[in-house]
Nanobody, 126 residues
Framework: VQLQASGGGLVQPGGSLRLSCAVSGGIIINIYAMGWYRQAPGKQRELVATVTRGGSTNYADSVKGRFTISGDNAKNTVYLQMNSLKPEDTAVYYC????????????????????WGKGTLVTVSS
């Protein structure tokens, strides 16, 4: 199974971006939660926001009121709407999923919380 993130780019302070992350590559049995994390240069990866299948959300204090996470269960996709962006939001953003899936070839069922996309770079600069 793969997580494909997209939507990063260069934006001026105060601007907006929308990130997307889709799960594909296997038979998705259930996605319990998906989330976004970010890693700025020289810093550790940190939580940005998470959303459960039922729609419960959790945000880092630094993004509350500016970012909105949402999920589309039918499309196995999570979105992150980022508004009022600041230079300190500059980072590589990674999506994460806690899911259960079946390999189409081996018929093996796999589960876990450590499924990650490759990351998409967000740069906030004038």
């Amino acid at each position: 199974v793969q997580l494909q993130a997209s939507g990063g780019g260069l934006v001026q302070p105060g601007g907006s971006l929308r990130l997307s992350c889709a799960v594909s590559g296997g038979i998705i049995i259930n996605i319990y939660a998906m989330g976004w994390y970010r890693q700025a240069p020289g810093k550790q990866r940190e939580l940005v926001a998470t959303v459960t299948r039922g729609g419960s959300t959790n945000y880092a204090d630094s993004v509350k009121g500016r970012f909105t996470i949402s999920g589309d269960n039918a499309k196995n996709t999570v979105y992150l709407q980022m508004n009022s962006l600041k230079p300190e939001d500059t980072a590589v953003y990674y999506c994460n999923a806690d899911l259960v899936w079946k390999d189409r070839v081996t018929d093996t069922v796999e589960a876990g919380k450590d499924y990650w996309g490759k990351g998409t770079l967000v740069t906030v600069s004038s």
